[in-house]
C-alpha cells in the first residue's frame, strides 16, 4: 500500500477504535483557553512572574527532567524522592499522570511516524497538535496498554496513585495562587501558563515532525526546530532526540541551547544526578 494511503489507513483505524469525543480534555482544554484570555484584562507584572517561575516548573523541571528524560527514558537517574518530586511538578503541565504520558510516549518513540504512532502529523498536522487528544482515551492509556508500556511505573504506588490523582497538585497550586495574590496570580499563573504550555508541548508532536532540519536520517520525520527547543526549555532538538532516545542532552551542539540539560548537567555537577547518559556528535 503506498504510504499516504497507510496512513490515512491508519487514522480511520485509529479512530474506530477511539470513537467518541473525551469530554474530559475537550472541556478542560475550552476552560484553559477562555482562562487565558480572561486573564489580559487581570495584568501585573507580579502575576506574570508567577507564571514564568511555574511555566518552567512545570515544563523544564517536570515534563523535561521529570516525565520524558528520566520517567520515559531513563538517560538519568536521581533519588527516588527527588524523582517523585520531579514527577509531581509535571502534573502541574495539566498533561496527565506520569503512567498515562510514559506509556503514550514510548508508544511514539516505538512507531514514530508509522500506523500506531499516536500523534503524526502524517495524519494531519491539527491531528498531531490536539485532535488526537479529543477523541477516545488516548490520553488516559488503559490499564493494559500502560502495563505493557510502563511496567516499570505501574509497580510502583506512588506513580499510580499520582496518575489516579493528578489534578490534585494542579488544584492545590490553583488554591495557592488565589490565596495569595487573588484573580491576576490564579488566572495567569495557572490558565496562561497551563494553556501556553500544552500549546509548547503539542508543537513538539506536531512541528517537530514537519518543520526544521534534520540532522540525522532517522526512521521518522522527526526534526530540530530552535524556536520549539526555546519554548520547551530543549525539547525542540527532536531530531537529535529520535536519534539518541536515551540521552538526557538534547542540544548536541554549543549552539542548540537545552535548558533541560543545564539543570541535569547542574544535577551532576552536585552528585544529585547519576548514570546519566549523553550523546556526542562524530568529530
Ligand atoms: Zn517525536
Ligand atoms: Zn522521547
Known sequence: MPPQLEATAGAVEQFRKQQGI??????????????AVAALFFFNWRA???AIVLYWLALSVGIGMGY???????????????EYFFAICGTLALEG??????ATHRVHHKFSDKQGDPHSPRDGKWWAHLIWMLVGDATHCDVEESARYAPDLVRDPFYVWLTKYHYVPLALVGVALLATGGLPFLLWGLFVRVTAGLHA????????????????????????????????FGEGWHNNHHAHP??????????????????????????????????????
Open 246 to 283: 536515551t540521552s538526557a542532552r538534547h542540544g548536541l551542539a554549543w549552539y542548540e541551547i537545552d535548558m533541560t540539560w543545564i539543570n541535569i548537567w547542574l544535577l551532576r555537577q552536585i552528585h544529585v544526578a547519576k548514570s546519566v547518559r549523553v550523546a556526542r556528535l562524530e568529530g
Open 22 to 35: 473525551n469530554w474530559t480534555s475537550l472541556i478542560a482544554f475550552t476552560v484553559f483557553h477562555i482562562g
Open 97 to 102: 499522570g506520569p503512567i498515562s504520558w510514559v
Open 48 to 50: 506574570l512572574l508567577v
Open 201 to 232: 508541548t503539542w508543537l513538539i508532536n506536531s512541528a517537530t515532525h514537519f518543520w526544521g532540519a534534520r540532522r540525522f536520517k532517522t526512521g521518522d520525520d522527526s526534526r530540530n526546530n530552535a524556536m520549539v527547543a526555546l519554548v520547551t
Open 68 to 82: 520524558h528524560r528520566l520517567l520515559t527514558h531513563r538517560s538519568y537517574s536521581v533519588p527516588k524522592l527527588v
